[in-house]
Nanobody, 119 residues
Framework: QVQLVESGGGLVQPGGSLRLSCSAS????????MGWYRQAPGKQRELVAG???????DYADSVKGRCTISRDNARNAVYLQMNSLKEEDTAVYYC?????????????WGQGTQVTVSS
């Protein structure tokens, strides 16, 4: 069974920084894309950033220049460094991975970690 476990969320003041971490475990053969989505109250879930196994990255326009996604393939882990945080970054952040296991290719999600930006 595949599990994605996030950590690193919390309360931070505007202009502050947070680093989110996510680790995938279980019977995983290969991981293609990993990344982060977020969902604010009353809004749809949206992509924040993604990274492929060869290191290609994609960012939402709203976080470009403020966030950096990175990955440790040996650890099946993905990270999101968030700087210059704004109140509008407040949301539940979900890690995801598109991976291959004995069931085939599929998308898996973490349980989410709350990020609150407030003074």
């Amino acid at each position: 069974q595949v599990q994605l476990v996030e950590s690193g969320g919390g309360l931070v003041q505007p202009g502050g920084s947070l680093r989110l971490s996510c680790s995938a475990s279980g019977n995983i053969f290969r991981i293609n894309t990993m990344g982060w989505y977020r969902q604010a109250p009353g809004k749809q879930r949206e992509l924040v950033a993604g990274i492929t196994s060869d290191g290609s990255t994609d960012y939402a326009d709203s976080v470009k220049g403020r966030c950096t996604i990175s990955r440790d393939n040996a650890r099946n882990a993905v990270y999101l460094q968030m700087n210059s945080l704004k109140e509008e970054d407040t949301a539940v952040y979900y890690c995801y991975a598109y991976l291959l296991n004995k069931k085939g290719w599929g998308a898996y999600w973490g349980q989410g970690t709350q990020v609150t930006v407030s003074s």
